[in-house]
């Protein structure tokens, strides 16, 4: 059997204009399995992959975080970091609107609006990272600092434990 071809998305175009290099992992996507799964089916440690959240402020701004699987974001922390009341998570529709993506497959790169980016500083700790690639069942594998030259995301400390 052949093996799958990898999908050409906004993401992956947005990564070669770039002249970025990166890898494509492809794998059996499972509904609601979220990075447990990805890590799961790549062979990678969850700390590696890398969620791309779409929130909002308090004036419905939308915004991206880049956060480790195996984390969740302080949303108290990240609000009280970048100066604003609140941050929550956008529902699955607007996060649709503002990126282009459907949840699951949300990219960073390429999105349809232009959004601040904040990643969790630890992240460039890590020799690869592996950030959706614009879509379900599809990651892309690279280097940390290459996605900082694309994205220009403010660093933060945000993330606790999934506990």
Known sequence: MAKPKAPVTAAVRVLRAHKVGFTDHLYEY??????????????????????TLIMEDESGRPLVVLMHGDLKVSTKELARTIGVKTVSPCSPEAANRHTGYLVGGTSPFGTRKEMPVYMERSILELDRIYINGGKRGYLVGMLPRDAVKILGP???QVGIDNA
């Open 154 to 156: 403010t660093l933060v």
């Open 30 to 51: 499972e509904e609601h399995g979220g990075t447990t799964v990805s890590a799961r089916e790549l062979a990678v440690p969850e700390h590696a992959v890398i969620k």
